[in-house]
């Protein structure tokens, strides 16, 4: 499947400019406003305010910010940097860490790092529960491995792919343990009843036929593919994750891993468009956060 290309040329063309990147923001968030919320003019008109990063209505004078409460919001830095920012992040297939962003903005690592944070709150999960034949599996990243406690320290994710090539959707969580508790809920809110899924001999999903198809192959034997049946789909978006995690970002706290994690699953359902485009829709809206991005279960 061909993936539609939004280039560097495309982005500097587009917005060349501050004035550009607010005027743009402003359409985004109150382009078709029906009626002035002061004085109720319908179809209202409104001007940039000089020297501000606001408009008011030709008729009553009534200011609106188009960047107050998103992730713009009380930011000095200019927003042509903030949109090239957002633009690294749309096309960085490993992550962008907050020192890259301190060389390519010339901004200091403090402004960097919140900056990536308030992007990575963009990158929010949703949509509809995955559906045909699901992947589940889970994986533990950071801390240390000692012989005789395997995952001493580590963070467990917990993630589901449909089995769909090129277009398949992927979930994933982090949370403190994973283990049935947690990852049963998950499973029956993220995934349609009566789909089908596939896992490894794991204990975890004991009880999932109760609402699946369920199927298995038994890694402790060294079986890996079973009649098509196999999790080989999840533990790629496992490789990538790692892959990045460590090569990009070295070290993620616990605390804010799952920000980390819903960047690469937002990369991952975007990939076969430009992810550009919907980001900077999505900067619009005010910023939610959620207990799905710090807290861990």
């Known amino acids: 499947m061909k993936v539609e290309r939004y280039t560097v040329d495309t982005f500097h063309l587009d917005f060349p400019d501050d004035a550009t990147c607010l005027d743009y923001m402003f359409n985004l968030a109150y382009g078709n406003l029906p009626a002035c919320p002061q004085c109720g003019v319908t179809k209202p008109r409104y001007y940039r305010v000089r020297n501000r990063k606001c408009y008011a209505c030709n008729d009553c004078g009534y200011q609106i910010s188009p960047l107050a409460n998103t992730i713009f919001h009380k930011s000095e830095t200019p927003l042509t940097k903030w949109f090239y920012a957002i633009y690294l992040f749309s096309v960085g297939k490993n992550g962008v860490s907050a020192k890259e962003l301190e060389r390519h903005l010339g901004v200091t690592y403090k402004t960097a790092w919140r900056m990536a944070k308030q992007i990575r709150l963009m990158m929010q999960q949703g949509g509809s529960p995955l559906t045909g034949t699901v992947e589940a599996d889970e994986t533990y990243i950071g801390g240390k491995t000692r012989r005789d406690r395997m995952y001493d320290n580590k963070t467990a994710v917990v993630g589901i792919v449909e089995k769909q090539k090129g277009t398949g959707q992927v ?30 001999d794991s204990r975890i999903y004991s009880r999932v036929k109760r609402d699946f198809s369920h199927e298995f192959v038994n890694h402790s034997k060294l079986e890996y593919v079973k009649s098509g049946v196999h999790t080989n789909t999840i533990e790629g978006f496992w490789g990538q994750l790692k892959r990045s995690l460590d090569g990009t970002y070295h070290c993620v706290s616990p605390k804010y891993l799952q920000l980390y994690v819903n960047e690469f699953v937002y990369r991952y359902n975007h990939r076969n468009v430009a992810a550009f485009p919907a980001l900077i829709q999505a900067a619009a809206r005010p910023v939610l956060t959620s207990s799905r991005n710090l807290p861990l279960r």
């Open 171 to 200: 979930k994933a969580f982090a949370t403190k343990q994973a283990d049935a508790t947690v990852t049963l809920p998950f499973l029956r809110a993220s995934i349609t009843p009566g789909s089908t899924l596939h896992t490894d």
